[in-house]
């Protein structure tokens, strides 16, 4: 009897054990579901409010007037630089802040290939910046090939630049007609986005080269 007992004891606390054992896992499952909808909740609020600012930056008309500081302390007007061809540009707001550098510095690399790929000749880099010492040392610290201008935040896109968030960078192309063209705000968590608009920029130069099929 006392055996009996026992083991039906044993065989309680056994399946107690396996009752815990499988709602805890599905706990963990229900909480692995629970982040993964929420992450993938916020990815899409992102693309969704980037998209958003990227539509309505395109074809805003760049004034013809506006000029950019050289590397040398001269300004320029950017109606000059656009004689020779469209410009892709690479537009930095921020070179005081840490955490933007930080962010830029992890693309860095695949920037600069990037820019050997088109040509240093049809990309400009703006740089947040009205002081040519610090366009120099930019320029020197990411080994950038292309011409390192600066221009104050706000003066380029209202829309990019005129935010509660500024992004730290973007890009886009300016046309000879000085219309933005072809913007972009990187989302790092979603690097086949950014692989696949270096691409469709490429292509773009390859055929206004007249290198394209």
Do not use: W
């Amino acid at each position: 009897m006392n055996k009996t007992i026992h083991f039906t004891y044993m065989s309680l606390i056994l399946i107690l054990f396996v009752l815990f054992i499988i709602g805890y896992i599905r706990q963990g499952d229900n909480k692995l579901t629970y982040e993964g909808l929420k992450k993938d909740s916020y990815n899409y609020h992102q693309i969704y409010s980037i998209n958003l600012e990227q539509i309505n930056t395109d074809n805003v008309t760049v004034s013809d007037t506006l000029s950019v500081l050289k590397e040398n302390g001269e300004n320029i007007l950017v109606s000059e630089i656009l004689n020779t061809g469209d410009k892709f540009v690479i537009r930095f707001n921020d070179a005081g802040c840490i955490s933007c550098m930080q962010y830029f510095k992890k693309h860095i690399d695949y920037i600069n290939m990037f820019i050997s790929e088109v040509g240093a000749q049809n990309v400009i880099c703006l740089l947040n910046s009205n002081n040519p010492r610090i366009i120099r040392s930019f320029k020197k610290q990411y080994c950038i090939s292309c011409e390192v201008y600066g221009l104050s935040i706000g003066l380029l896109s209202p829309i990019m630049e005129v935010s509660d968030t500024v992004v730290a960078y973007y890009f886009c192309v300016l046309s000879k007609e000085y219309l933005m063209e072809n913007c972009f705000i990187n989302i790092q968590e979603i690097s086949e986005r950014t692989d696949a608009y270096f691409e469709s920029i490429k292509r773009k130069f390859a055929v206004l080269d007249g290198k394209g099929d």
